[in-house]
Every structure is written in structure tokens, then in C-alpha cells.
């Protein structure tokens, strides 16, 4: 029996005009996440994606999980495919679900006629096949209001489906068809969800870390590197830059008040991460930060960062709690590999007691005092373009 994926599209099914390009970019984006799985045919028609393998040795299983790990998809499912004839119609149905109707107490059927020159009406195919799959499982009945296994049939233009219930899709839009943009990646809970909610808007996305050895450490490093690995799976493959931020931190430490100190080192990485993502052609840049969640990120604190760059801030995560956030990392499993005991730049020199309510003013004061920062924050995002990594072929951190 010939199984293929059927995925379906949500949001994008309500674009007008534009909706023929939104369509080719999703279906580009999974010819190249299967490519390495086995030759597979991806085609569209009436709001669903078609993943088809074309020979025995592709891997079914690997396609799934990527198909279901894709942008711009509201569900997915396995479904067996057959003729368009409702005795093919029927021993399909046997044939692919008879193992979960034999575990089931209750069942229902639906039925889509989607082709209209299929002679049988949907509920007659539903009732048809309904009474075909109780001779088969006398143990049955059929509970139209909660069963345990639903029998889907949809009879299409390219033949007749048939699967159980479908499965969520990753959501959202496909990536790439809302711009280009760079996340401040350090390594924490919050930035891997920020990337990935923005990625989920249709963003491409670049990654900057920032790296103050030796008060930061080479694992620090690495485990950012396992973090871009992970998103890999919904974000595609990503470059990482990697800043030297040690001299211009220690610079701001050595010449600026304490209490200032946090906000201080935001704008001077933001304006970092503004110059490399114009050299690389992104226009926003994307953090993991939440409202009052430290001191840095009280709304003036926010507000005094703002002012550092000229680029758009996103911060999806920005009325989120951490509960929230930390649901959400779980999910899409960078979690574990946040919580590793490896410290970025961000922790480090942190003041006891950090101003929580910062004047601009204060703020530019400060700055000018400290004339040789600015070309410090020049020399460490032109070091960061030279040592960039392409995060999608490294192995997990686990096994670096």
C-alpha cells in the first residue's frame, strides 16, 4: 500500500494576491529539509501540501518529523492512498487502520468529497464505509459525539485518502517570506524561543553571540552552537557570528558607574549587532527579552537600549512569564541544553544593585565619557564576520 504525508496549510490559506508566492516558498522549504531522506515529491492543490516518496528506501519516519517541524503548516498526517473507487475505498481503510480499529472500543467515519464527480456523496460514503468496517470488527460501535479512532476519508482530485486524526503543525508562516533578521543569541532559556517564535512569523533568521573568554569559556561557546542546532529543525541552516566581546565589556566596567553598567553593555551590543547585520543584509534584530524580568529590561531600561541603533527591535517574548517561556522551550526541546551550567558574557560584572530606571540622558552622559568605545565595538564586529560558524552540520553539544 502506497502511505503518503498530507499537510495542511493554515494562516497562509487566508493570503490574496501573494498567496502563489507564500505556497512556492513552503514547498522549496521542504524539498530541501528532505533531500537527504530519499526522493520525495512535494506538489499542492486546495490548501494542502502533498509529500510523496518516490522510492522504497525513503524514510517515512525522518519526513514526518520535519514536515510537521515546518513553518506555515497547521496540520499533518500519514494517509494511505487509493483508487478512487469505493471498493478501493474500503479495503484501504482495512488494511491501514484495521490494527487501530481492533484496539478501539468506538469509532466514527468522516468523509470529504472534495472531487465532485465521485459518485457517492460524503455521508454516504461515510455511513457505507462505516457499515463495511463493522463487518469487519463486529466488537465495534460507532460513537459519533466522542470515539476513540475517527476514519478519515478524503477523495481528492489525485485519488482517495484515508488517515486517523491529524496531527498540529508547526503554525504560522513560511520562513524566509517576512525578511531577514538576527537574534542575540546568548545561550539562556528565553533567546532559542524568541528565534523560534520569530522564525514562526516568516522571519530567515542569523544568529550573533557574544563571548568574553577567558571570563566566558570555550563550552559557552559550544553550547550556543548545540542551541542554533537545535532551532536548525524549524529554522533551517543559520550562520552564528561569534563576537570577541571582552575588551569593549571590560572597557565599560573600567569606565562607567556600576549601576549603569547593564544597560551600558545592551546598547554597546546592540550597536554591535546593528553593524554586522547590515553588512549582512538583515533588517531587525530579534532578543529574548521580557518585561521586567531583570533590571535590564525594566521599561526604561528598555527604553534607554532602544535608542542605541536605528534597526526594529523584536522581542515576541516581551508579556510573556517565565512559566510561559519555559513551556515553550520544552516543546521544541533547546531546554535541556539551556540549562547548562555555562555562563555567557551576560552574567558576568553584573553590579549588586543595577539602576532599574535609567535617564537617556545619564545614559549618553556616561557614553561620552568613554571615548574609545566605539571603535573597540568596531574592531569586535568585524572580528565577529570573520570567525562566523554555519550552524546545521555540528554535532549536538553532548557529544562535542
Not at 523584536?314 to 555555562?342: C, H, N, Q
Request: charged content about 25%; overall charge neutral.
Amino acid at each position: 500500500m502506497k502511505e503518503i504525508i498530507l499537510a495542511f496549510q493554515g494562516e497562509m490559506a487566508l493570503k490574496g494576491l501573494n498567496r502563489a508566492t507564500f505556497e512556492s516558498t513552503l514547498m522549496k522549504t521542504l524539498r530541501r529539509r528532505l533531500e537527504h531522506l530519499g526522493e520525495f515529491k512535494v506538489y499542492k492543490a486546495q490548501s494542502t501540501m502533498y509529500v510523496e516518496p518516490l522510492d522504497e528506501f525513503a524514510d517515512m519516519d525522518g519526513a514526518y518529523d520535519k514536515v510537521c517541524k515546518t513553518f506555515g503548516l497547521a496540520s499533518v498526517c500519514r494517509a494511505a492512498v487509493s483508487e478512487k473507487s469505493f471498493e478501493a475505498i474500503c479495503n484501504a481503510a482495512e488494511e491501514y487502520l484495521g490494527s487501530a480499529l481492533r484496539a478501539s472500543r468506538t469509532f466514527k467515519v468522516e468523509a470529504r468529497r472534495a472531487d465532485k464527480t465521485f459518485p457517492m456523496k460524503s455521508p454516504e460514503i461515510a455511513r457505507e464505509l462505516g457499515a463495511f468496517l463493522l463487518s469487519k470488527h463486529p466488537h465495534l460501535r460507532v460513537d459519533v459525539k466522542n470515539p476513540q479512532i475517527i476514519v478519515y476519508v478524503e477523495v481528492r482530485d489525485f485519488g482517495a485518502y484515508i488517515h486517523g486524526p491529524k496531527e498540529p503543525g508547526a503554525g504560522g508562516l513560511p520562513v524566509s517570506t517576512s525578511g531577514r533578521a538576527i537574534t542575540m543569541l546568548s545561550g539562556g532559556i528565553d533567546s532559542p524561543v524568541a528565534a523560534w517564535m520569530m522564525a514562526k512569523r516568516g522571519l530567515s533568521l542569523h544568529h550573533i553571540h557574544f563571548a568574553s573568554p577567558p571570563y566566558t569559556s570555550e563550552r559557552a561557546k559550544l553550547k550556543v552552537q548545540s542551541l542554533g542546532q537545535l532551532l536548525c529543525d524549524y529554522t533551517g541552516n543559520t550562520n552564528l557570528y561569534v563576537v570577541p566581546y571582552t575588551e569593549p565589556q571590560v572597557y565599560i566596567r573600567d569606565n562607567a558607574p556600576d549601576v549603569l553598567f547593564t544597560v551600558l553593555m545592551r546598547r554597546s551590543m546592540l550597536r554591535i549587532t546593528k553593524m554586522v547585520a547590515d553588512r549582512i543584509g538583515c533588517d531587525g534584530i530579534v532578543t529574548g527579552e521580557s518585561l521586567a524580568q531583570v533590571a535590564s529590561q525594566t521599561l526604561k531600561a528598555l527604553a534607554c537600549t532602544d535608542q542605541a541603533q536605528s534597526l526594529p527591535i523584536l522581542r515576541p517574548l516581551l508579556g510573556m512569564d517565565k512559566t510561559e517561556i519555559v513551556d515553550i522551550a520544552r516543546r521544541i526541546g533547546t531546554f535541556e541544553t539551556s540549562i547548562m551550567p555555562y555562563e555567557d558574557c551576560c552574567t558576568i560584572f553584573t553590579p549588586p544593585h543595577p539602576k532599574t530606571r535609567p535617564t537617556l540622558e545619564e545614559i549618553l552622559a556616561a557614553e561620552e565619557k568613554m571615548t574609545g568605545l566605539a571603535e573597540l565595538e568596531a574592531k569586535a564586529a568585524e572580528e565577529a564576520e570573520k570567525i562566523h560558524l554555519r550552524v546545521g552540520d555540528i554535532p549536538p553539544l553532548a557529544a562535542i
